[in-house]
């Protein structure tokens, strides 16, 4: 079929676009892929769901606690005034040193430590004020953060005390004094139940003047340099 001028011309012109329309489209970018969908997420480790909490509870004391009767042995010989006393802790294993600033005739006292294996480090301090007409003994024995609890109620089955334990959310606390219608020795014993800290605290009241109680001083120490010399 024979074709006009006009229409040989449209056609040309067709066949003109062509190659620019397929290069422009191959020139377009090519689509990203698509994101690959999240994982699913794991359950969570029910296991650790209570670690909030990881403290463990002190341990319990031993019934009965040999801790306590050695602190309670040791308090009241250091308010007891008598003149052995040094010696006698010094003998049982506390490191003592004389608190020479307080020395007098009237006022001495002492202080030191000893570790248990069972509780720990425990300090220990005791004095003897003396008046004209009574003597006081003084001790005090402490533990800062105890590694068990200290079976403070041990001394309700003491038969030559007699006193009472409390004890609520704070810890335990208790007061003793001699089972005698005249006492002298007065105790309180208590532990915090947050920290552990331990207190015991013995006071002795004797009714004697200064001339009846010794002056409580250690032995005197060797002179290490005569004993050093060459």
Known sequence: MKLSLASTLVLALVLAAAP???????????APPAAPAA??????DSSNADS?????????????????????????????????TFQRLQDAGWNLTVDGDTQTPFYQAFNGEKDFDSVGTVDITYSLEVYP????????????????????????????LKGEV??????????WQDNVASPITFIQADQHTKDLYFLLDVTTLMKKPAADIPFVQPAPESDSTTDNAD
């Not at 329309?21 to 020139?27: C, I, K, P, R």
């Not at 994982?39 to 969570?44: C, L, V």
């Not at 006081?136 to 038969?159: F, H, N, Q, V, W």
């Not at 409390?166 to 007061?175: I, L, P, W």
Request: hydrophobic share 35%.
């Open 39 to 44: 994982p699913d997420k794991a359950p969570a």
């Open 166 to 175: 409390r004890v609520n959310a704070e810890g335990v606390a208790s007061n």
């Open 52 to 84: 909030g909490s990881t403290d463990t509870p002190p341990a319990e004391a031993p019934v009965p606690d040999p801790f306590l009767a050695e602190a309670y042995k040791a308090c009241r010989d250091g308010a007891s005034g008598d003149k052995g």
């Open 20 to 30: 620019a329309v397929l290069a422009a489209e191959t020139a377009k970018p090519a």
């Open 133 to 160: 007409s009574m003597t006081e003994g003084y001790c005090s024995l402490s533990i800062d953060t105890a590694s068990r609890k200290i079976g403070i109620a041990d001394l309700a089955k003491m038969p030559e």
